[in-house]
């Protein structure tokens, strides 16, 4: 974990996007992923779920939403930028290594309960778990609106 961490803090100009990445299960083996090169990182489809959330600051508990992948169940639950995220799968304050760990263990169509904090409003939200298929269809359909 400490590897990680130190990879994801040394990629600074790419960390959102390995993060992104490592979410959706495009990074096979994150202590390996090169500091400026992500898309060598990229490995075969992953076949795990996609939980669609970007974060402000991996260092920070709780966890700071800064938005969410279009089309992804996050979107769909309604979870928005300045969210911050509370639990995730029973798991109180999860840093980004437990998310990973709960995240492997999923497949699309699996639904994870979400809590965030809204405000002063705690709240728990059903999110389905998309395919990494459905991200880069998103994501491209996403560049063509621009």
Same mark, same amino acid.
């Given at each position: ?40 990182? /990229?490995?075969?489809?992953? #076949?795990? &779920? ?9 260092? *920070?508990?709780? +966890? !700071? ?36 760990? /709960?995240?492997?263990?999923? #497949?699309? &169509? ?9 405000? *002063?409003?705690? +709240? !728990? ?22």
């Amino acid at each position: 974990m400490r590897q990680r961490s130190k990879v994801l803090r040394a990629n600074a100009g790419v960390g959102c996007l390995l993060l992104v990445m490592t979410l959706c299960g495009c990074v096979e083996n994150l202590a390996e992923a090169p500091s400026k090169d992500a898309a060598s990182a /990229v490995a075969p489809a992953a #076949t795990h &779920g996609f939980l669609g959330l970007t974060f402000q600051s991996i260092e *920070e508990s709780p +966890l !700071t939403i800064t938005g969410t992948v279009p089309a992804s169940g996050a979107e769909e639950a309604g979870i928005a930028a300045d969210d911050q995220l509370t639990e995730v799968a029973g798991i109180p304050n999860p840093n980004i290594q437990q998310i990973y760990e /709960v995240i492997v263990q999923t #497949t699309p &169509g699996d639904v994870l309960q979400i809590g965030i904090l809204r405000g *002063e409003v705690e +709240l !728990t939200l059903p999110v389905r778990l998309i395919s990494q298929e459905d991200v880069q269809n998103a994501m491209i359909a996403t560049q063509s609106e621009k």
